[in-house]
């Protein structure tokens, strides 16, 4: 009989402090969009979030400007946010027209 073959977690190539910033960021199907953006396979996107093992710099650099780009788009949006729900605790902040 032959020994069957253990497969091999792939090792890290990036630091581990950006690792773990990309798995805190990460949503579901981020892994599709960003092989879209990045024109590679979804398995390459999965290996670089999954296990950080990433070849080229260019899908790390990919990866980290896609998941900061969402991050200041939710800060943006929070902060609006805030701002309306604001107005509406504070109608005489708001710059709508005054009723007579």
């Known amino acids: 009989m032959t020994a069957t073959k253990k497969s091999k977690k792939p090792q890290r190539t990036i630091a581990i402090e950006l690792h773990q910033q990309w798995q805190r960021l990460q949503r579901k199907n981020d892994s599709i969009e960003l092989a879209k953006q990045l024109k590679v396979s979804k398995p390459t996107i999965d290996k670089a979030l999954i296990y950080g093992s990433v ?15 969402r991050l200041l788009r939710e800060k943006e949006a929070g ?22």
């Open 79 to 100: 902060e609006q946010l805030k701002r309306s729900a604001d107005q509406v605790e504070n109608p005489n902040l708001s710059t709508s027209i005054p009723q007579s």
């Open 55 to 69: 070849h080229q710099q260019a899908i790390v650099d990919g990866i980290t400007s896609y998941l900061a780009g």
